[in-house]
Every structure is written in structure tokens, then in C-alpha cells.
């Protein structure tokens, strides 16, 4: 089956507004599964560690959640989804600072590895499910 660009545009755009719609419980245990093996495989091995990882991905996703179903529909843009992502590594980062004084740079890398991660997944799975 041939789909122009017009249709990929079209599908495109539904799956960018509805990238959220996920429930939030499913959210945020797809998150947790993709996020804390990541972290782990990163050299974070310990259980303070990775339990200090679980709940700041626990809150931060809360968060993100909450700000994106704050916003109206229509003004839910990619802009606005990367925002609330660049919010999350912020806080995931000071968060996680607080508790792994070493390492900076590892820490904010395996961060953002993380979240990207968790991004382009639950993009794929709003796409192709």
C-alpha cells in the first residue's frame, strides 16, 4: 500500500497529539522499564542508586504529565512536548546531584540518554500501535 506524504503528515500529526494520551499508570511504568535497565547498563549499580533513579523518573514523569495535560490541545506543540522534556532532565539532574556527587558529566549523559531514549520509544509506540 503507497501512502503520500500528505498521509505520513496526517498520521504524523495525530501521533504528536496523542503521545500523551497514554494512560498515566502505562506511562509511567513504560518509562520505568525502559529508563531504569538504561541507567543500570550506564555502570549505576547500586540499589540507592537505582531506587534515587526510580523516584525521581516517578516524580519528574508525574510532572511532565501534569504540564502537558494542563496545556489545550491545540497549543500542544513539539515545541511544547521538548520543553516539558528539557524540564525533566533538569530535574532529573539536580535531583540525581544531590545523591551521586561524582561523575558530573556520566550523570548528566546517562540522563539524557535515558530520556531521549524513553522518548523516540514512546513515539514508536504511538506510531506503529
Do not use: H
Request: with cysteine; proline share 2%; glycine share 4%.
Amino acid at each position: 500500500m503507497f501512502f503520500s506524504l500528505t498521509d505520513f503528515n496526517d498520521k504524523a500529526t495525530q501521533v504528536g497529539a496523542s503521545l500523551f494520551d497514554l494512560p498515566a499508570a502505562e506511562a509511567l511504568v513504560l518509562t520505568l522499564l525502559i529508563e531504569i535497565p538504561l541507567f543500570y547498563l550506564r555502570g549505576y549499580r547500586s540499589r540507592d542508586k537505582l531506587g534515587y533513579f526510580a523516584v525521581a523518573n516517578i516524580f519528574s514523569n508525574v510532572l511532565l504529565n501534569e504540564y502537558l495535560a494542563q496545556m489545550p490541545r491545540v497549543t500542544l506543540t513539539g515545541s511544547a512536548v521538548w520543553a516539558g522534556e528539557m524540564l525533566v532532565v533538569a530535574f532529573e539532574m539536580a535531583f540525581m546531584s544531590c545523591f551521586i556527587k561524582q561523575q558530573r558529566r556520566k550523570l548528566f549523559g546517562t540522563v539524557l540518554l535515558t530520556n531521549l531514549v524513553s522518548y523516540a520509544a514512546s513515539f514508536i509506540y504511538q506510531f506503529f500501535l
